[in-house]
């Protein structure tokens, strides 16, 4: 079935430093990634869109120059967090759509917990 | 613009009993409905989905949907819980586009007491 693997699942970074996550799909051609922001005991709120090769569309609400997301290829999506600090720390996921994949449903990744000190 | 409603936040059920979690929705067009499971700091999981046919859905770990479109609801069951099942269920839907974004219900809690 279709896999989409998400590193680190956790990750700890000192303000003001980046951090970069991936998401790849393992056994599909994801044209369309998406990623998302959880909050404790809330649901998952879309930050972006990435199609590959074009620009992400974000969210309103979502800087997209602290959350820079690149789909350069079908299998790979990354979302850096730019100088991070702490009310940036959360659980990021991201999710894949496209051909081979869970029709009209979405693969999600395990998730990254990133905690900003 | 789609929304997704799931009345209940948390659902506490003890061990062998039916559950129902309810999840209703609005939409101004056609759309698929998925529900997915997520268990702590894990990703999502999807139980099952509706696109077609059929409104009684299936799922894995036992669980199923029925589709009612004129009450806009999907709600989701299970004719006995286990412990296994401790988990946070989200109710999605999605517009008839194969890349369109997903937007989630706020979630039910379900807490299986032994």
């Known amino acids: 079935g279709a896999v989409v693997s998400q590193h680190p699942s956790r990750v700890i970074c000192k303000s003001g430093t980046s951090v970069k996550i991936e998401c790849r799909s393992l056994?599909?051609?994801?044209?369309?990634m998406f990623w998302y922001r959880q909050f404790p005991k809330q649901s998952l709120m879309l930050m972006a869109t990435s199609n590959e090769g074009s620009k992400a569309t974000y969210e309103q609400g979502v800087e997209k120059d602290k959350f820079l997301i690149n789909h350069a290829s079908l299998t790979l999506s990354t979302l850096t967090v730019t100088s991070a600090h702490p009310e940036d720390s959360s659980f990021y996921i991201c999710s894949a759509s496209g051909q081979g994949g869970t029709n009209y449903g979405y693969t999600f990744g395990s998730g990254t917990r990133l905690t900003v000190v | 613009a789609q929304s997704v409603t799931q009345l209940d936040s948390q659902v506490p059920v003890f061990e062998e009993a039916p559950v129902e979690l309810r999840c209703n929705y609005s939409?101004?067009?056609?759309?698929?409905l998925f529900w997915y499971v997520q268990y702590p700091n894990q990703g999502l999981q999807l139980l099952l989905k509706?696109?077609?046919?059929?409104?009684l859905v299936k799922g894995i770990n036992g669980f199923e949907a029925e589709f009612n479109k004129s009450q806009t609801s999907f709600h989701l069951r299970k004719p006995s819980v286990h412990i296994s099942d401790t988990a946070e269920y989200f109710c999605a839907v999605t517009p008839y586009s194969s890349a369109s974004k997903i937007i989630f219900g706020s979630g039910t809690r379900l807490s299986i007491r032994p």
């Open positions: 939409s101004s067009v056609s759309v698929y």
């Open positions: 509706y696109l077609s046919g059929s409104t």
């Open positions: 056994d599909f051609q994801a044209t369309t």
